[in-house]
């Protein structure tokens, strides 16, 4: 009465090995067996399927709108095997024509809930067609008005690119800000001045305050000329004008630092280092090891983070009549391929990175006025447009594609400092550039320049001093400007604007009140004797007071003496012998007025009468003393007789 069962997934089979079998027992029998067959014990009670109700249906739809889910899990998807089978067959028999490809149909789910899942693709959609916009053309009479109107909303349009509606003044020093970084995630910055301190600014650490968390100064005597984060933001680049150059880390701690160059060697190549002061530095920006820098001893120099006692390449600067040239700018292309300097002789020259640094892939002699310090360079972030900035007064953008003339030119730009810079804007529509006060007027300005035009869509009047440094951050999509009277200026925009300065503002600084509170238990004794008895238990800021006119608790100095003239002390104790013996404790007093030849023969009669330390031991060897006489003492000087 068994029948064996043969089973393929889903799909079961039963055959009888009795012909008496009963048709009920089979078909039940074929109904349990599902799977991959059955292991162990067969059980006996099967447990019914119950069936799922409106109102369950409801009430899951009710919690998944009160939390916020789109579903509890992906259901498993439902398949028609009859259905499936018949679409295969029915594609079978029909066969295609030799122009058509044959393409199977997609199986047809019988569940609306199978088809939203298989909406859910995994991976990027392809990219939808470009609707085709139909631009009408001007007609004669109304050309030029249009013309002028899209100028005019280009314009707007990049105007409202530039974050400028709100400002934050951050207060470094009194000197000028000749150096500023901030690091790639924008949550920190660095500001270097000439009065030679760095200082460290957290943005999500400050309150509305504004002020650094640490303040240092890494080369005791050198004024900051350059600050640069890595491309993981985890060390900072320091460059002064020591002839070494500085790595740190975050919180301003030191990590390396580069070996300096034996100055009495010629050649550049025979020594590890720089012997002259620095002129400016850049990070690789790729290569999180790898930084440049560059000197007035006319190289530039790449160097290895943990390798600092000596240089990876060496770059020499050459004029056109082949000798030394300083470099007095360097930059890295966006890609890291090229290595850019500008030097003082008004030549821009590049190297390939990839090949040896023996003769530059690229260079332009007459790039700015000669004997003017090019005071920066920045590529864009296309790569293709190069940007310079010169003591010369001058702004250019140059193609590298042509690299003969520039594109643009700005002029009368003053620069004052040799570290004033310029950079692009994110989207490369702009270039952001400082103007320094020059003689008559009240306000340095932040100047905004179109790339395509190179005219001046916005300015800011930021100050009544200089303006050195300028920094578009990409991420935070706000503008610090560095200045000359010791302040970094923050510009955002509420709306475009991320975290950085926007996060400072809204917090607000907290007074911490001192808590009064009794430090000991009282213990009320009131026949004590007075060598015993507390005192009575007093607030904090009552002891701090006290304290406070306690001179030893507060460790007064010592008061400045008052009495006295020329340098002398009018009392007792104004030369080093008198303020021993009175400190001797003699018995008494010795007054510095009177003579001391009076006072020693105060005693010649006593020393006469009785003789005790020095008498008795020459009294048979002393000799007879003989005194002049006094009776020519009125006789002219002339007369009397030399002794």
Same mark, same amino acid.
């Given at each position: 009465?068994?029948?064996?069962?043969?089973?393929?997934?889903?799909?079961?089979?039963?055959?009888?090995?009795?012909?008496?079998?009963?048709?009920?027992?089979?078909?039940?029998?074929?109904?349990?067996?599902?799977?991959?067959?059955?292991?162990?014990?067969?059980?006996?009670?099967?447990?019914?399927?119950?069936?799922?109700?409106?109102?369950?249906?409801?009430?899951?739809?009710?919690?998944?709108?009160?939390?916020?889910?789109?579903?509890?899990?992906?259901?498993?998807?439902?398949?028609?095997?009859?259905?499936?089978?018949?679409?295969?067959?029915?594609?079978?028999?029909?066969?295609?024509?030799?122009?058509?490809?044959?393409?199977?149909?997609?199986?047809?789910?019988?569940?609306?809930?199978?088809?939203?899942?298989?909406?859910?693709?995994?991976?990027?959609?392809?990219?939808?067609?470009?609707?085709?916009?139909?631009?009408?053309?001007?007609?004669?009479?109304?050309?030029?008005?249009?013309?002028?109107?899209?100028?005019?909303?280009?314009?707007?349009?990049?105007?409202?690119?530039?974050?400028?509606?709100?400002?934050?003044?951050?207060?470094?020093?009194?000197?000028?800000?000749?150096?500023?970084?901030?690091?790639?995630?924008?949550?920190?910055?660095?500001?270097?001045?000439?009065?030679?301190?760095?200082?460290?600014?957290?943005?999500?650490?400050?309150?509305?305050?504004?002020?650094?968390?640490?303040?240092?100064?890494?080369?005791?005597?050198?004024?900051?000329?350059?600050?640069?984060?890595?491309?993981?933001?985890?060390?900072?680049?320091?460059?002064?004008?020591?002839?070494?150059?500085?790595?740190?880390?975050?919180?301003?701690?030191?990590?390396?630092?580069?070996?300096?160059?034996?100055?009495?060697?010629?050649?550049?190549?025979?020594?590890?280092?720089?012997?002259?002061?620095?002129?400016?530095?850049?990070?690789?920006?790729?290569?999180?090891?790898?930084?440049?820098?560059?000197?007035?001893?006319?190289?530039?120099?790449?160097?290895?983070?943990?390798?600092?006692?000596?240089?990876?390449?060496?770059?020499?600067?050459?004029?056109?009549?082949?000798?030394?040239?300083?470099?007095?700018?360097? #930059?890295? /292309?966006?890609? @890291?391929?090229?290595? *850019?300097?500008?030097?003082? &002789?008004?030549?821009?020259?590049? =190297? +390939?990175? %990839?090949?040896?640094?023996?003769?530059?892939?690229?260079?332009?002699?007459?790039?700015?006025?000669?004997?003017?310090?090019?005071?920066?360079? #920045?590529? /864009?972030?296309? @790569?293709?447009?190069? *940007?310079?900035?010169?003591? &010369?007064?001058?702004?250019?953008? =140059? +193609?590298? %594609?042509?690299?003969?003339?520039?594109?643009?030119?700005?002029?009368?730009?003053?620069?004052?400092?040799?570290?004033?810079?310029?950079?692009? #804007?994110?989207?490369?529509?702009?270039?952001?550039?400082?103007?320094?006060?020059?003689?008559?007027?009240?306000?340095?300005?932040?100047?905004?320049?179109?790339?395509?035009?190179?005219?001046?869509?916005?300015?800011?009047?930021?100050?009544?001093?200089?303006?050195?440094?300028?920094?578009?951050?990409?991420?935070?999509?706000?503008?610090?400007?560095?200045?000359?009277?010791?302040?970094?200026?923050?510009?955002?925009?509420?709306?475009?604007?991320?975290?950085?300065?926007?996060?400072?503002?809204?917090?607000?600084?907290?007074?911490?009140?001192?808590?009064?509170?009794?430090?000991?238990?009282?213990?009320?004794?009131?026949?004590?004797?007075?060598?015993?008895?507390?005192?009575?238990?007093?607030?904090?800021?009552?002891?701090?007071?006290?304290?406070?006119?306690?001179?030893?608790?507060?460790?007064?100095?010592?008061?400045?003496?008052?009495?006295?003239?020329?340098?002398?002390?009018?009392?007792?104790?104004?030369?080093?012998?008198?303020?021993?013996?009175?400190?001797?404790?003699?018995?008494?007093?010795?007054?510095?007025?009177?003579?001391?030849?009076?006072?020693?023969?105060?005693?010649?009669?006593?020393?006469?009468?009785?003789?005790?330390?020095?008498?008795?031991?020459?009294?048979?060897?002393?000799?007879?003393?003989?005194?002049?006489?006094?009776?020519?003492?009125?006789?002219?000087?002339?007369?009397?007789?030399?002794?």
């Amino acid at each position: 009465m068994m029948s064996k069962k043969i089973t393929f997934g889903k799909i079961s089979l039963s055959k009888k090995i009795a012909d008496d079998a009963p048709p009920e027992e089979s078909s039940s029998s074929a109904a349990s067996s599902s799977g991959f067959g059955v292991f162990g014990k067969q059980e006996s009670k099967i447990t019914e399927m119950k069936e799922i109700r409106a109102e369950d249906e409801e009430e899951s739809e009710q919690l998944k709108k009160v939390m916020g889910m789109s579903g509890f899990g992906k259901k498993a998807k439902s398949f028609d095997v009859k259905e499936m089978m018949e679409n295969i067959s029915k594609t079978i028999s029909k066969k295609p024509k030799p122009e058509e490809d044959p393409v199977l149909p997609a199986p047809e789910s019988s569940d609306p809930e199978s088809a939203d899942d298989d909406e859910d693709v995994i991976g990027p959609l392809p990219p939808e067609p470009p609707q085709t916009s139909v631009k009408k053309l001007p007609t004669e009479s109304s050309g030029s008005e249009d013309y002028s109107s899209d100028s005019e909303s280009e314009d707007s349009s990049i105007i409202d690119k530039i974050p400028c509606t709100h400002e934050v003044s951050m207060t470094h020093g009194v000197k000028a800000i000749t150096a500023i970084a901030a690091d790639p995630s924008g949550a920190r910055l660095a500001s270097g001045s000439v009065d030679y301190d760095v200082s460290f600014w957290d943005f999500s650490g400050m309150d509305s305050s504004l002020r650094s968390f640490r303040t240092l100064q890494p080369f005791e005597n050198h004024p900051i000329k350059c600050l640069q984060y890595s491309m993981t933001g985890d060390v900072i680049l320091v460059v002064s004008g020591a002839a070494q150059a500085k790595v740190l880390d975050r919180d301003g701690f030191e990590k390396c630092e580069t070996v300096k160059g034996d100055q009495y060697i010629a050649d550049m190549a025979r020594t590890k280092g720089h012997t002259a002061g620095l002129n400016c530095g850049a990070w690789h920006p790729f290569t999180k090891e790898e930084y440049l820098t560059c000197s007035q001893d006319s190289t530039c120099r790449i160097w290895i983070l943990y390798r600092p006692r000596g240089h990876k390449h060496l770059i020499k600067c050459r004029a056109s009549n082949g000798v030394k040239t300083i470099p007095t700018t360097c #930059s890295y /292309s966006r890609e @890291g391929s090229v290595v *850019a300097c500008g030097c003082i &002789d008004g030549s821009i020259q590049m =190297w +390939d990175h %990839r090949k040896n640094f023996i003769n530059p892939s690229l260079i332009l002699r007459d790039a700015h006025t000669s004997g003017s310090e090019i005071s920066s360079i #920045s590529f /864009s972030y296309i @790569g293709n447009n190069l *940007a310079t900035r010169s003591c &010369d007064d001058t702004l250019k953008l =140059w +193609d590298l %594609r042509a690299f003969k003339k520039p594109i643009h030119l700005a002029d009368n730009l003053f620069s004052r400092y040799d570290t004033t810079d310029c950079m692009f #804007s994110p989207d490369d529509s702009m270039i952001i550039t400082g103007e320094s006060l020059a003689k008559g007027q009240t306000y340095g300005r932040v100047l905004f320049y179109d790339t395509k035009n190179f005219q001046l869509v916005n300015e800011i009047k930021v100050t009544n001093s200089h303006v050195i440094k300028t920094l578009w951050h990409p991420k935070l999509n706000q503008i610090f400007v560095g200045c000359g009277n010791g302040v970094v200026k923050t510009y955002y925009d509420a709306k475009k604007s991320l975290r950085g300065a926007k996060l400072c503002v809204v917090k607000t600084r907290h007074k911490k009140n001192h808590i009064e509170m009794m430090s000991t238990q009282q213990i009320i004794t009131p026949h004590a004797l007075p060598l015993f008895r507390q005192d009575r238990p007093k607030s904090v800021r009552k002891q701090m007071e006290k304290d406070r006119m306690d001179p030893v608790k507060s460790r007064r100095p010592d008061l400045p003496i008052t009495s006295g003239q020329g340098g002398r002390v009018a009392s007792s104790g104004g030369t080093l012998s008198s303020f021993v013996i009175r400190n001797l404790g003699l018995s008494k007093r010795i007054e510095d007025d009177q003579d001391p030849r009076e006072a020693i023969l105060k005693y010649a009669k006593e020393a006469e009468e009785n003789p005790y330390w020095i008498a008795p031991a020459y009294k048979k060897t002393q000799p007879k003393t003989i005194f002049a006489d006094g009776e020519n003492d009125d006789e002219p000087p002339e007369k009397k007789s030399k002794t």
